[in-house]
């Protein structure tokens, strides 16, 4: 007979068993559930730990209620799967929920449960864009490139800045900040170029035929939207866009005085095209400004150029190298009118290679390799250099 | 919407019994023919495929089929989207979502941000079809 510390020992460890099962369980377990009031037909949404099985039901209830009241099982009439959401399965009920419930409970078989609240679409709106307005600061910039260089000239250690800063006006449609600066520390390294304002873009999508045509087609003729789509995808090109803006242009060092510009352009964007490397995904996006001025009291220009942005990341989290860049920026400005001396054709070209090591949440840090060749204005001094440095950028950037 | 809490089941709730297995089975063969009132999820992924080749949707299995596979976990920025290319997003939208095309301009400043999770911006695509129905 076993004595009374080796049968507590021993139920202790049955008991332990169960529970590691049970938590096991619940791994796979509901984890969330959206549902609101006035879907037709009504359905609630039900989210899990773990995607599910193709075909595959998990057993559980549903079940409403007021705020204090007892749960009304609700009949289930039909469960689906989701496109692109495979912890998700949409539940269907035989009938509306009753108004003065306020509560919704689905239970799976290991008994856990998860409670939502049901609230009217009005609400329910509110509460999606004060989540999608709460993306941090660092996210909310359309695009913060922040690098710091050192380098080598003339036998000097020497430094140079590089700020690029683009944010959405908060109100306005369409509209946006910016702010970018370009400094070095030595002669033949510095661009000696600032400016800031503000721009509007109209896009317009090419190829809209087709896109109408996808629209007529999607929900009643899945064959010939999914031929209209695959021939979409084979486009390089997905739009135009009309930009115009002021800004205000200096030469960072306080010796110039400012000047006021309008800025126009017109450009085409490119989709974003795959490029297969083993072990990594990678793609291909550009953008091409076709034709722009920059008009002010004594400045009269045109001006034309191209952006390419390279960019591989990595698969795992754990990779040394968390993600590569290779972008290219290109503006060709033709001054009509002389300014400072300099007339006629000005290019400036910039290539940087970026390798970033590090990610925090909104953040990524690495070096970056950038040759800078031309001239910018509002002086126009020439620039001729390779820099090495660090570089700290948010985790998308903007053009 | 929701605010979603987890509890212990309380006495007297009914469990899911092994007959609910088949069940279960019948209620998604049921939902092959259900016809539901769009939520605006198969037209984000048809428009996140027409601007960028690393989304790709099988529109012939119900329902649609994405690759990757957990589209709307992922952000547009995961996709290779950036901010210029999410405007265009918006008007492609606004062309297969023509009913909810002002909801989409109004909001067009926190929508147009690469870093949203896709899933968050199709539930705001259902959400304003809800109150379009209204």
Same mark, same amino acid.
């Given at each position: 007979?076993?004595?009374?510390?080796?049968?507590?020992?021993?139920?202790?460890?049955?008991?332990?068993?169960?529970?590691?099962?049970? @938590?096991?369980?619940?791994?796979?377990?509901?984890?969330?559930?959206?549902?609101?009031?006035?879907?037709?037909?009504?359905?609630?949404?039900?989210?899990? &730990?773990?995607?599910?099985?193709?075909?595959?039901?998990?057993?559980?209830?549903?079940? %409403?209620?007021?705020?204090?009241?007892?749960?009304?099982?609700?009949?289930?009439?039909?469960?689906?799967?989701?496109?692109?959401?495979?912890?998700?399965?949409?539940?269907? *009920?035989?009938?509306?929920?009753?108004?003065?419930?306020?509560?919704?409970?689905?239970?799976?078989?290991?008994?856990?449960?998860?409670?939502?609240?049901?609230?009217?679409?009005?609400?329910?709106?509110?509460?999606?864009?004060?989540?999608?307005?709460?993306?941090?600061? &660092?996210?909310?910039?359309?695009?913060?490139?922040?690098s710091l260089f050192f380098g080598r000239a003339a036998g000097l250690n020497v430094g140079a800045a590089d700020?690029?800063?683009?944010?959405?006006?908060?109100?306005?449609?369409?509209?946006? *900040?910016?702010? +970018?600066?370009k400094r070095g520390a030595a002669s033949g390294m510095d661009p000696?170029?600032?400016?800031?304002?503000?721009?509007?873009?109209?896009?317009?999508?090419?190829?809209?035929? @087709?896109?109408?045509?996808?629209?007529?087609?999607? +929900?009643?003729?899945?064959?010939?939207?999914?031929?209209?789509?695959?021939?979409?995808?084979?486009?390089?090109?997905?739009?135009?866009?009309?930009?115009?803006?002021?800004?205000?242009?200096?030469?960072? %060092?306080?010796?110039?005085?400012?000047?006021?510009?309008?800025?126009?352009?017109?450009?085409?964007?490119?989709?974003?095209?795959?490029?297969?490397?083993?072990?990594?995904?990678?793609?291909? @996006?550009? @953008?091409?400004?076709?034709?722009?001025?920059?008009?002010?009291?004594?400045?009269?220009?045109?001006?034309?150029?191209?952006?390419?942005?390279?960019?591989?990341?990595?698969?795992?989290?754990?990779?040394?190298?968390?993600?590569?860049?290779?972008?290219?920026?290109?503006?060709?400005?033709?001054?009509?009118?002389?300014?400072?001396?300099?007339?006629?054709?000005?290019?400036?070209?910039?290539?940087?290679?970026?390798?970033?090591?590090?990610?925090?949440?909104?953040?990524?840090?690495?070096?970056?390799?950038s040759?800078q060749?031309?001239?910018?204005?509002?002086?126009?001094?020439?620039v001729n250099s390779i820099h090495l440095g660090?570089?700290?950028? %948010?985790?998308?950037?903007?053009? | 919407?929701?605010?979603?809490?987890?509890?212990?089941?309380?006495?007297?709730?009914?469990?899911?019994?092994?007959?609910?297995?088949?069940?279960?089975?019948?209620?998604?063969?049921?939902?092959?023919?259900?016809?539901?009132?769009?939520?605006?999820?198969?037209?984000?992924?048809?428009?996140?495929?027409?601007?960028?080749?690393?989304?790709?949707?099988?529109?012939?299995?119900?329902?649609?089929?994405?690759?990757?596979?957990?589209?709307?976990?992922?952000?547009?920025?995961?996709?290779?989207?950036?901010?210029?290319?999410?405007?265009?997003?918006?008007?492609?939208?606004?062309?297969?979502?023509?009913?909810?095309?002002?909801?989409?301009?109004?909001?067009?400043?926190?929508?147009?941000?690469?870093?949203?999770?896709?899933?968050?911006?199709?539930?705001?695509?259902?959400?304003?079809?809800?109150?379009?129905?209204?």
């Amino acid at each position: 007979m076993l004595s009374n510390a080796r049968l507590w020992g021993t139920l202790c460890l049955a008991a332990l068993i169960v529970c590691l099962r049970c @938590r096991a369980e619940d791994l796979t377990a509901l984890r969330a559930l959206q549902v609101y009031a006035t879907a037709q037909p009504p359905h609630a949404d039900l989210t899990f &730990t773990e995607p599910l099985a193709p075909n595959s039901a998990p057993l559980f209830t549903l079940a %409403s209620a007021t705020a204090q009241g007892e749960w009304n099982p609700l009949g289930i009439t039909a469960m689906q799967g989701l496109g692109g959401r495979p912890r998700m399965l949409r539940v269907y *009920y035989a009938e509306p929920l009753p108004a003065e419930h306020t509560r919704l409970r689905a239970c799976t078989e290991s008994g856990a449960c998860v409670e939502a609240r049901i609230d009217s679409p009005s609400d329910a709106a509110a509460a999606i864009l004060k989540k999608l307005g709460a993306l941090p600061a &660092t996210q909310q910039d359309k695009s913060l490139l922040a690098s710091l260089f050192f380098g080598r000239a003339a036998g000097l250690n020497v430094g140079a800045a590089d700020l690029n800063l683009v944010r959405s006006d908060p109100g306005a449609k369409d509209l946006s *900040y910016f702010l +970018r600066l370009k400094r070095g520390a030595a002669s033949g390294m510095d661009p000696r170029h600032v400016e800031a304002g503000a721009h509007w873009r109209r896009n317009f999508l090419l190829n809209s035929d @087709r896109r109408a045509a996808i629209a007529t087609a999607l +929900r009643g003729r899945p064959a010939e939207a999914q031929a209209l789509l695959d021939e979409l995808q084979t486009k390089w090109w997905a739009g135009h866009t009309l930009d115009i803006g002021v800004k205000v242009e200096g030469d960072a %060092s306080g010796q110039q005085q400012w000047i006021g510009l309008v800025d126009a352009g017109w450009g085409l964007q490119s989709t974003t095209r795959r490029v297969a490397l083993p072990g990594a995904p990678g793609w291909l @996006r550009f @953008r091409w400004l076709a034709g722009g001025v920059e008009a002010g009291r004594d400045q009269a220009r045109l001006k034309m150029g191209a952006d390419a942005a390279l960019v591989i990341q990595a698969r795992e989290e754990t990779a040394p190298i968390r993600r590569f860049e290779f972008v290219a920026h290109s503006t060709a400005r033709w001054l009509a009118r002389p300014e400072l001396g300099a007339r006629g054709l000005r290019p400036w070209t910039q290539l940087d290679a970026k390798l970033f090591v590090l990610e925090s949440a909104s953040l990524r840090y690495g070096l970056r390799l950038s040759l800078q060749h031309g001239s910018l204005p509002p002086l126009y001094e020439r620039v001729n250099s390779i820099h090495l440095g660090f570089v700290v950028e %948010s985790r998308d950037t903007g053009e | 919407m929701k605010s979603t809490k987890r509890t212990q089941p309380k006495r007297g709730s009914r469990k899911p019994t092994p007959q609910d297995a088949q069940d279960a089975l019948t209620l998604l063969d049921r939902a092959a023919r259900h016809r539901a009132a769009p939520d605006g999820a198969l037209e984000l992924a048809v428009a996140l495929a027409s601007l960028t080749r690393l989304v790709t949707v099988d529109l012939r299995q119900k329902p649609f089929r994405t690759e990757p596979a957990d589209l709307f976990d992922l952000t547009f920025a995961g996709v290779g989207l950036n901010d210029g290319q999410m405007g265009f997003l918006r008007e492609q939208l606004k062309r297969l979502l023509p009913a909810i095309s002002g909801d989409l301009d109004a909001n067009s400043q926190v929508l147009d941000q690469p870093n949203h999770r896709i899933g968050d911006y199709a539930q705001f695509l259902k959400v304003a079809l809800l109150l379009n129905n209204k």
